[in-house]
């Protein structure tokens, strides 16, 4: 059965946080969509293809997607599994206050706006937001819930500013740095529909009609990071919703999503979080404050 269900999570004068959770009956583009205000979904699980005009994104863990008022768009979903987001809608007067803090260049324009569609988030954003995800189903105190949602907000917005600025310089010919970006967003589909799987660069590479070298190259040019790094980020990322549930050993966890055996796990975990799977766990039950103190964002 289809379900699609938004939940508002916490909500203050500058502030809304969201829990948006989506199982579609079929992979068919939906109907053309507008969102009422600004808004950074933080994917938790899954992915999603969001076209605007001709262009289509693949959204998934390791980006942050970005949602502009006066921007319509067509939302599908490649996988069968759906996704599972958390939606933070800043008030104009916050969204300004950041942008001018992060990226004055956002704020020149009549009304500030981040000036990006999507950015890759950094690990630590993304820990940072499955830790606050956990402790404001929990009831956390509302006064440390924002205060650390804020520095998430400006962590995200700060991210977006860095991609903005690193961003290579097309190619002289238009036609070629848009056959990159599709192949790119080819390749992110790819991986998103394999997460849990370990596909070499030639399975990949023949799944999008690229030669292995090509398609190593334009990738990592366009992303930032290796293909194998990009991978390993998307199955941690995804493995973090797993953890947060008690009753599933960690072995499982780390098995389910793709990784050899427990140790395997641990070590990929702590090079990419700072952090054991297990200290992940107990820091999820600990207060906000404390989170604060370990995680500096």
Same mark, same amino acid.
């Given at each position: 059965?289809?379900?699609?269900?938004?939940?508002?999570?916490?909500?203050?004068?500058? %502030?809304?946080?969201?829990?948006?959770?989506?199982?579609?009956?079929?992979?068919?583009?939906?109907?053309?969509?507008?969102?009422?205000?600004?808004?950074?979904?933080?994917?938790?699980? @899954?992915?999603?293809?969001?076209?605007? @005009?001709?262009?289509? =994104?693949?959204?998934?863990?390791?980006?942050?997607?970005?949602? &502009?008022?006066?921007?319509?768009?067509?939302?599908?979903?490649?996988?069968?599994?759906?996704?599972?987001?958390?939606?933070?809608?800043?008030?104009?007067?916050?969204?300004?206050?950041?942008?001018?803090?992060?990226?004055?260049?956002?704020? #020149?324009?009549?009304?500030?706006?981040?000036? *990006?569609?999507?950015?890759?988030?950094?690990?630590?954003?993304?820990?940072?937001? &499955?830790?606050?995800?956990?402790? *404001?189903?929990?009831?956390?105190?509302?006064?440390?819930?924002?205060?650390?949602?804020?520095? %998430? *907000?400006?962590?995200?917005?700060?991210? /977006?500013?860095?991609?903005?600025?690193?961003?290579?310089?097309?190619?002289? !010919?238009?036609?070629?740095?848009?056959?990159?970006?599709?192949?790119?967003?080819?390749?992110?589909?790819?991986?998103?529909?394999?997460?849990?799987? !370990?596909?070499?660069?030639?399975?990949?590479?023949?799944?999008? &009609? /690229?030669?292995?070298?090509?398609?190593? !190259?334009?990738?990592?040019?366009?992303?930032?990071?290796?293909?194998?790094?990009?991978?390993?980020?998307?199955?941690? #990322?995804?493995?973090?919703?797993?953890?947060?549930?008690?009753?599933?050993?960690?072995?499982?966890?780390?098995?389910?999503?793709?990784?050899?055996?427990?140790?395997?796990?641990?070590?990929?975990? #702590?090079?990419?979080?700072?952090?054991?799977?297990?200290?992940?766990? !107990?820091?999820?039950?600990?207060?906000?404050?404390?989170?604060?103190?370990?995680? =500096?964002?």
């Amino acid at each position: 059965m289809p379900c699609q269900r938004y939940t508002t999570l916490f909500r203050s004068p500058d %502030l809304t946080i969201g829990d948006y959770h989506c199982r579609p009956a079929t992979c068919a583009e939906g109907s053309e969509e507008q969102s009422c205000a600004p808004s950074i979904a933080l994917l938790r699980t @899954g992915a999603f293809t969001r076209r605007i @005009g001709r262009a289509r =994104q693949i959204a998934d863990a390791n980006w942050a997607v970005f949602f &502009h008022p006066d921007v319509t768009y067509h939302v599908s979903h490649p996988t069968d599994q759906g996704d599972d987001c958390s939606v933070f809608t800043p008030s104009p007067r916050l969204l300004a206050e950041v942008l001018e803090d992060v990226d004055p260049r956002a704020t #020149r324009g009549a009304s500030p706006a981040v000036p *990006v569609d999507q950015a890759p988030t950094s690990s630590r954003v993304h820990l940072i937001h &499955h830790l606050l995800f956990g402790s *404001v189903r929990r009831g956390a105190d509302g006064l440390e819930i924002e205060e650390l949602a804020l520095r %998430l *907000v400006r962590a995200v917005l700060r991210d /977006a500013a860095r991609f903005r600025g690193a961003s290579p310089k097309r190619p002289g !010919r238009t036609d070629t740095h848009a056959a990159h970006v599709e192949l790119v967003e080819r390749t992110k589909l790819e991986l998103a529909r394999r997460v849990c799987d !370990r596909p070499t660069l030639s399975d990949v590479a023949g799944a999008v &009609h /690229a030669s292995p070298y090509h398609l190593s !190259r334009v990738f990592s040019r366009s992303v930032g990071v290796p293909m194998n790094r990009y991978m390993d980020r998307l199955r941690l #990322r995804h493995a973090l919703d797993r953890l947060a549930d008690d009753r599933l050993p960690i072995t499982s966890v780390a098995l389910d999503a793709g990784y050899y055996d427990h140790s395997h796990f641990t070590n990929a975990f #702590r090079r990419e979080f700072g952090l054991t799977p297990s200290r992940c766990r !107990r820091e999820g039950r600990t207060t906000l404050r404390e989170m604060s103190k370990s995680f =500096q964002v």
